[in-house]
Nanobody
């Protein structure tokens, strides 16, 4: 089991950047693929990016490719989402989630696959 805590959200102007962190408890963080999802008011939860347990494989939603980058540091039990050139449409609550799988290449983009979720961090981009 792993508990996740997101941080790094906030208010930023369009064109700005933010670095979100997802810190996991326990010694098994490296046994999980990590995904980032977001949910805007009135919209469904949306896949953002995912990274395999080792960091060797990543996947990013097409609409965010080139602006968002996922990474992880297992020694720090932390995964990151670097967000650049933010737009007002990026405004949402951002969640990280964990899926227990130590096969490289496993980077799920479906929320239902993830077993554990953080509480979310608000990102607001002003125009």
């Amino acid at each position: 089991q792993v508990q996740l805590v997101e941080s790094g959200g906030g208010l930023v102007q369009a064109g700005g950047s933010l670095l979100l962190s997802c810190t996991g408890s326990g010694r098994t963080f490296s046994s999980y693929a990590i995904g980032w999802f977001r949910q805007a008011p009135g919209k469904e939860r949306e896949f953002v990016a995912a990274i395999s347990w080792s960091g060797g494989s990543t996947s990013t939603a097409n609409s965010m490719e080139g602006r968002f980058t996922i990474s992880r540091d297992n020694a720090k039990n932390t995964a990151y989402l670097q967000m650049l050139r933010l737009k007002p449409d990026d405004t949402a609550i951002y969640y990280c989630a964990a899926h227990g799988d130590v096969r490289d290449g496993v980077v799920p983009d479906l929320a239902i696959i993830y077993n554990y979720w953080g509480q979310g961090t608000q990102v607001t981009v002003s125009s």
